[in-house]
């Protein structure tokens, strides 16, 4: 009887000697592993970019408002020509009323003598004059009435003159005047531009809010207006710094100090490179407190000195009235206007 053989044993392949069983289920894990490793290494070694600090963000805007302030200033500059000058043409137009009444009544007296005669002829106290007068008494009457005539005509002429200075006058202010306006309004176009640049600037800006304290204890100070307007000023500390403004509840930098003389009762322009010319400049070591303290070859900003180094101002937008040292800022001069 036949015997019946096995099938044959399959074997697993054979392991390399020195490699125990279940190697290869290890290799593949552990490079699964290290394959996840070294993704999550690439994503680490990725640059991260981190939020601005509030120091960052603050130097950013400060840079960016070295830009916009002056053209705020170039602003207030133009306005306040344009305010002098309309000022000085309505004057002006008030002086010519009465001179173009004047020659007006003056030429209708002659335009009035000239038709008569035209029409009527010479008057008969005229023909008994040249008839019946001497020659002595005619010769001497003639001079008489061309002197009257002489008089009249130069009169009529210095009315005229003097209504044409004003005319001159005046048509070169309404020339400036037209072109301040263009100024004007090629300004306020781009306001809405450096709004639009304030309000971005701002929304940089971390939602909190520091009031500084008033300014400190004031020693040195001299005038009284100085003291007036240091008081004015440091009551303002906190109020908002809105470009433009004057007061009494936001300001800019140069409305700041035009509003705290003004209490004081001297009159300063809106304008910073105005007040630099309104008073008597003076060396930062004679400088005292209520100087104005003036920032920048192109005086774009000012402030009032308190002594000490320090000032109070209005910095820009998004940093309201506040005492700060003026050594943040390229120093131009000091101005004493009492």
């Not at 001299?222 to 008081?231: D, Q």
């Not at 304008?271 to 005086?299: C, H, I, M, Y």
Request: with cysteine; net charge positive; aromatic share 6%.
């Amino acid at each position: 009887m036949p015997v019946a053989t096995m099938p044959p044993q399959r074997h697993a392949p054979s392991q390399p000697p020195g490699r125990p069983a279940g190697f290869s289920r290890v290799v593949r894990r552990l490079l699964t592993v290290v394959a996840a490793v070294a993704v999550g290494a690439g994503m680490l070694a990725a640059p991260a970019h981190a939020a601005p600090s509030v120091d960052e963000i603050d130097a950013q805007i400060d840079k960016q408002w070295e830009k916009l302030e002056p053209t705020i200033e170039q602003y207030n500059k133009v306005r306040s020509q344009l305010k002098v000058n309309k000022k000085k043409s309505a004057d002006l137009q008030k002086k010519m009323v009465p001179l173009e009444l004047e020659s007006a009544l003056a030429m209708n007296k002659v335009g009035d003598i000239a038709a008569r005669y035209y029409i009527q002829g010479p008057s008969q106290e005229m023909g008994a004059l040249l008839v019946n007068s001497s020659p002595g008494t005619l010769a001497e009457q003639l001079v008489m009435l061309d002197r009257l005539a002489d008089d009249q005509r130069k009169q009529i002429a210095g009315v005229l003159a003097v209504r044409d200075k004003y005319n001159r006058q005046k048509q070169k202010l309404d020339a400036l005047i037209e072109t301040e306006q263009k100024q004007e309004a090629q300004l306020a176009g781009t306001k809405k531009q450096i709004d639009s640049e304030i309000k971005r600037l701002t929304k940089m800006l971390p939602v909190t809010s520091i009031r500084p304290a008033g300014c400190p204890k004031i020693d040195g100070v001299v005038s009284s207006a100085a003291r007036t307007a240091i008081k004015t000023a440091c009551a303002q500390v906190g109020d908002p710094y809105v470009w433009g403004a004057t007061g009494p509840n936001s300001f800019d930098c140069s409305g700041l100090t035009q509003y705290a003389y003004k209490s004081a009762g001297i009159s300063l322009t809106h304008f910073t490179g105005a007040q630099w010319n309104e008073g008597r400049k003076v060396s930062r070591s004679d400088a005292r407190p209520g100087d104005l303290v003036f920032f920048g070859s192109d005086l774009h900003h000012v402030g009032l000195y308190l002594g000490n180094g320090v000032m109070v101002h209005a910095p820009r937008t998004g940093k309201p009235v506040q005492v700060s040292s003026i050594s943040t800022q390229p120093l131009a001069g000091f101005v004493r206007v009492t």
